[in-house]
T-cell receptor
Framework: SAVISQKPSRDICQRGTSLTIQCQVD?????MFWYRQQPGQSLTLIAT?????????ESGFVIDKFPISRPNLTFSTLTVSNMSPEDSSIYLC??????????FGPGTRLTVT | KQEVTQIPAALSVPEGENLVLNCSFT??????LQWFRQDPGKGLTSLLL?????REQTSGRLNASLDKSSGRSTLYIAASQPGDSATYLC???????????FGSGTQLTVLP
């Protein structure tokens, strides 16, 4: 299993600003994922972040809007840039252990006003 | 493209009742299937992972079954309690990178 922490747990931000979300895992993992969950919706994958390579973004998500860092095997950040109210969501970090089992962090609840 | 469907979307039961949540998937060539629980505004808690070679997996009052050939999984909750109230999501790895594809969830309310 894996224990994942995220910071901040929630935030209220103004339109046009940026927020960086941190994800820390208690063990070394190769694959980390960032998801978004809009109100009343299921989870949507934003990107896959592997250490030592550029993040791979899903259709509809771009690096300029959601830059990701993955400096080592236990840590990653997701930045939500130039925020608008439509970015109000829960952002979730996830890691994959073997074999193809995923664990999720507690989420960051973002409200953009 | 893999699609995952969960029914019902919402379910309300009295405490003590046994219940079944359903999950179906369109591509039966799955590696495994994972059930999660999500409390309001929170992250996901992994409940059970059932491998493609397994037919069932149990944890406490929870039992998950898998029928790959028919593209279905069920989550059985025995003797439900108010603390079981949450949204239950199923997910399967799909695509070349085995990204999880989620169902839309079943929102369960257990009434005291």
């Amino acid at each position: 299993s894996a224990v994942i922490s995220q910071k901040p747990s929630r935030d209220i931000c103004q339109r046009g600003t940026s927020l960086t979300i941190q994800c820390q895992v208690d063990s070394q993992v190769t694959m980390m994922f960032w998801y978004r969950q809009q109100p009343g919706q299921s989870l949507t994958l934003i990107a896959t972040a592997n250490q030592g390579s550029e993040a791979t973004y899903e259709s509809g998500f771009v690096i300029d809007k959601f830059p990701i860092s993955r400096p080592n095997l236990t840590f990653s950040t997701l930045t939500v840039s130039n925020m608008s109210p439509e970015d109000s969501s829960i952002y979730l970090c996830s890691v994959r252990t073997k074999p193809y089992e995923q664990y999720f962090g507690p989420g960051t609840r973002l409200t953009v006003t | 493209k893999q699609e995952v469907t969960q029914i019902p979307a919402a379910l309300s039961v009295p405490e003590g009742e046994n219940l079944v949540l359903n999950c179906s998937f369109t591509d039966s060539a799955i590696y495994n299937l994972q059930w999660f629980r999500q409390d309001p505004g929170k992250g996901l808690t992994s409940l059970l992972l059932i491998q493609s070679s397994q037919r069932e997996q149990t944890s406490g009052r929870l039992n998950a079954s898998l029928d790959k050939s028919s593209g279905r999984s069920t989550l059985y909750i025995a003797a439900s309690q108010p603390g079981d109230s949450a949204t239950y999501l199923c997910a399967v790895p799909s695509g070349s990178a085995r990204q999880l594809t989620f169902g839309s969830g079943t929102q369960l309310t257990v009434l005291p």
